[in-house]
Structure formats: structure tokens, C-alpha cells
């Protein structure tokens, strides 16, 4: 069942709304989040060329694991196992210090300075 087919009242009152275009939905975006910076979208070729050289070998990579480990326990355990081997192996993946995690907690067990201005 559609949104608008659930919760639309009629032409007017719709209850969702669709950009007609890239354009158009660059410009309400825009509206009505002025503070949101748009990138620009890549071109086919940019986006083929990153594919290419970035996603292509960690996912051949991950689907030659995934044929050696032969994951068969339920019927979506391929997947699963895929997603934690790509989450695992992500080389975008941000890395956390521990010695900055117990850091972070120690200063908030500190007193807060309270200034004149507060």
C-alpha cells in the first residue's frame, strides 16, 4: 500500500511529496534546509571509475572468503556473513583509540569550572 494512498485526503492534500526532478528537489532541499550543503553527485563515469577501483576488489575479495567459508547454517547465513566480513574489512572504517575512549571518561568525572559569565 502507498503513503500517499493511506494518509492522502485528495490532489492537495496528499500527505507526501516528490520532486519532479534533480533540479527541482536541489532547490526544496535548499528551501527548506538552507544550513545542508549539497555535494555534487558524481558523473557515471566518476562513479564507475570509484567502483572500479575501490568497492570492485574488496568485494571480490570478500565474495572469494565467502566461497572458502562456505557459511550454510540458515538460508540468509551468506549474506550475513558477507556484510560482517565487508563491515569488518571496511578500509573507511573510522578507528577509535581506547587510551582516548578512558580519557574522554576521566574528564567527566572532573568538575565543571563555572565562569563569571555563567
Given at each position: 500500500?502507498r503513503?500517499?494512498?493511506?494518509?492522502?485526503?485528495?490532489?492537495?492534500?496528499?500527505?507526501?511529496?516528490?520532486?519532479?526532478?534533480?533540479?527541482?528537489?536541489?532547490w526544496?532541499?535548499?528551501f527548506?534546509?538552507?544550513?545542508?550543503?549539497?555535494?555534487?553527485y558524481?558523473?557515471?563515469?566518476d562513479?564507475?571509475?570509484?567502483?572500479?577501483e575501490?568497492?570492485?576488489?574488496?568485494?571480490?575479495k570478500?565474495?572469494?572468503?565467502l566461497?572458502?567459508?562456505k557459511?550454510?547454517?540458515?538460508?540468509n547465513?551468506?549474506?550475513?556473513?558477507?556484510?560482517?566480513?565487508l563491515?569488518d574489512?571496511?578500509?573507511r572504517?573510522p578507528?577509535?583509540?581506547?587510551c582516548?575512549?578512558?580519557?574522554?571518561?576521566?574528564?567527566?568525572?572532573?568538575?565543571?569550572?563555572?565562569f563569571?559569565?555563567y
Amino acid at each position: 500500500m502507498r503513503i500517499r494512498a493511506l494518509y492522502g485526503t485528495d490532489g492537495r492534500m496528499n500527505a507526501v511529496h516528490g520532486s519532479d526532478t534533480v533540479k527541482e528537489a536541489e532547490w526544496e532541499i535548499k528551501f527548506f534546509f538552507p544550513t545542508v550543503i549539497l555535494e555534487p553527485y558524481p558523473s557515471s563515469q566518476d562513479a564507475a571509475s570509484y567502483f572500479k577501483e575501490h568497492v570492485q576488489p574488496l568485494l571480490l575479495k570478500g565474495l572469494t572468503a565467502l566461497a572458502k567459508a562456505k557459511p550454510a547454517s540458515e538460508p540468509n547465513a551468506a549474506v550475513r556473513w558477507l556484510a560482517h566480513w565487508l563491515h569488518d574489512h571496511n578500509p573507511r572504517l573510522p578507528l577509535v583509540c581506547i587510551c582516548v575512549e578512558k580519557q574522554f571518561e576521566a574528564l567527566k568525572e572532573m568538575p565543571i569550572k563555572k565562569f563569571p559569565f555563567y
